[in-house]
């Protein structure tokens, strides 16, 4: 099946620097890559994700790019702020309704 | 438009206990799933429903079984609960399409302890 492996687990950055998050899949055929976020006490939401079809896409701070070739993808914050503090989750899907996701990566915006 | 809720919020078993964890959703999503969430291994798929009547096995099962009477309504049961169920389990449910992934939609989750 597919294994998808997240870096780094816990993440410290000051206010509005940027924060990456990196993750890497095993299996060729996903071909849809969403980053969830969760915070303390909440179910994961969706923030953004993005298709095989396409390199790169962008909402307001955030950014999400993909390497099919290296199969890695990667979640960019930018100007990060206190709100941004949660767990992020990548996830892939080798099928039209699975997905497998990394063991979550926590990051700390410090004021 | 409550999207999706989860019943109970916590609990308390002891092993051997068995219970029903409620998943219910008003947005007419086709697929149903079952997750449990386990520090440093993120969401692992338990059971998942393409549809009312069916069901199937996900990625770590065993001790699990699940019912889809209704289209809204997904239910996870333990019948004989051990210490390594402990968990927090989330639910989440998403339209079905052909031709494109859809995002799942998370309930607030349950909290699960088993002495």
């Known amino acids: 099946g597919e294994n998808v492996e997240q870096h780094p687990s816990t993440l410290s950055v000051q206010e509005g620097d940027s924060a990456v998050i990196k993750c890497t899949y095993s299996d060729s055929a996903s071909n849809y890559f969403p980053w969830y976020k969760q915070e303390l006490g909440k179910g994961p939401q969706l923030i953004i994700d993005?298709?095989?079809?396409?390199g790169e896409k962008k909402d307001q701070r955030i950014a999400v790019t993909l390497n099919k070739t290296a199969k890695h993808f990667s979640l960019h914050i930018t100007e990060t702020q206190p709100e941004d503090s949660a767990v992020y989750f990548c996830a892939a899907s080798p099928s039209d309704y699975k997905l497998s996701f990394g063991a979550g990566t926590t990051v700390t915006v410090r004021a | 438009n409550a999207g999706v809720t989860q019943t109970p919020k916590f609990r308390v078993l002891k092993t051997g206990q068995s219970m029903t964890l409620l998943c219910a959703q008003d947005?007419?999503?086709?697929?149903m799933y079952w997750y449990r969430q386990d520090p440093g291994m993120g969401l692992r798929l338990i059971h998942y429903?393409?549809?009312?009547?069916?069901?199937a096995k996900g990625e770590v099962p065993d001790g699990y079984n699940v019912s889809r009477l209704k289209k809204q309504n997904f239910l996870l049961g333990l019948e004989s609960a051990a210490p390594s169920q402990t968990s927090v389990y989330f639910c989440?449910?998403?339209?079905?399409?052909?031709?494109?992934?859809?995002?799942?939609?998370f309930g607030p989750g349950t909290r699960l302890l088993v002495l």
């Open positions: 989440a449910s998403s339209f079905a399409r052909s031709d494109r992934r859809e995002t799942q939609y």
């Open positions: 993005i298709r095989s079809n396409v």
């Open positions: 947005m007419n999503h086709e697929y």
């Open positions: 429903s393409v549809g009312e009547g069916t069901t």
